[in-house]
């Protein structure tokens, strides 16, 4: 089984909170309790490099406390990984999470901010870019995420048989149960995201420089070295390939 469902976005999280306790907790609580009634032999599921909060060791490794995230959306997908782990400790259901990196590309969620810039641009209207600009992403492209998810499909979590309590690894277990990074390695910082986007568009973005916002972090850099090892994939499209892409796309589906 594969879950990518649920209630995303950091922003929306300070303004409806709700409805992510009940997609992210109680809908995530069905998907478990479905899997060990079927005797599921996998569950992969979305994590988010937003648990990661707070941290500022880079790059963010799977190995490394992810214990004090900035939003309620964060706090849900870390607890998604706390639940995923009682399932595999109880019932032996092999669970394996991934946590998306700054997913762009075409079909995408038209809240994230590459939707929102393109449009605007192409509109002549005025961008918000928060935090002057200065906020680094490690942006993924969605084909990258996609290898990635299947790849990992096919290795189902095991019990890691090093793991000990006394030093307990956040990433394995005792039981079979994994975590990995999905991201592609490379923070951009978002005025360079901006910059590869008006030269795809062949158009100037009005840039309105903003402070930072509630809940965001200032950067997300994934060590995928986990991924590596067990999948033998990275994700290997940068922006420069992936933005024009998704012009591409979005330029065909919205006719503009």
């Known amino acids: 089984v594969v879950n990518l469902a649920a209630q995303a976005g950091v922003r929306y999280s300070l303004i409806n909170p709700h409805v992510y306790a009940r997609s992210n907790l109680d809908g995530f609580l069905n998907i478990l309790e479905g899997c060990r009634q079927a005797s599921v032999g996998h569950l992969v599921y979305a994590s988010s490099s937003s648990i990661y909060g707070g941290s500022t060791r880079m790059p963010f490794s799977v190995h490394d406390s992810a214990d004090h995230p900035l939003s309620l959306y964060a706090a849900s997908k870390k607890a998604n990984e706390l639940m995923a782990h ?26 994230m901010a590459l939707f929102i810039f393109t449009k605007a641009i192409l509109a002549g209207q005025p961008i918000d870019v928060f935090n002057h600009g200065n906020m680094q992403r490690d942006f993924t492209y969605i084909d990258d995420i996609v290898e990635g998810v299947i790849r990992v499909m096919e290795h189902p979590a095991t019990p890691n048989t090093d793991w000990t ?27 360079r995201l901006i910059d590869v986007l008006e030269d795809a568009l062949g158009r100037k973005a009005i840039r309105n420089l903003m402070p930072l916002q509630p809940g965001d972090v200032l950067a997300t850099y994934a060590d995928i070295t986990s991924l590596e090892e067990v999948t033998g994939f990275k994700p290997r499209i940068p922006i420069e390939v992936g933005v024009p892409r998704f012009v591409e796309w979005y330029r065909d589906f919205y006719q503009v």
């Open 86 to 111: 009682t399932y595999s400790h109880l019932f032996g259901l092999p669970t394996t999470g991934l946590r998306f990196f700054t997913v762009y590309g075409p079909w995408g969620r038209p809240d």
């Open 165 to 191: 309590s006394a030093a307990p690894d956040p990433a394995t277990s005792n039981a079979p149960y994994r975590i990995h990074n999905i991201g592609d390695s490379s923070p951009v910082q978002l005025s």
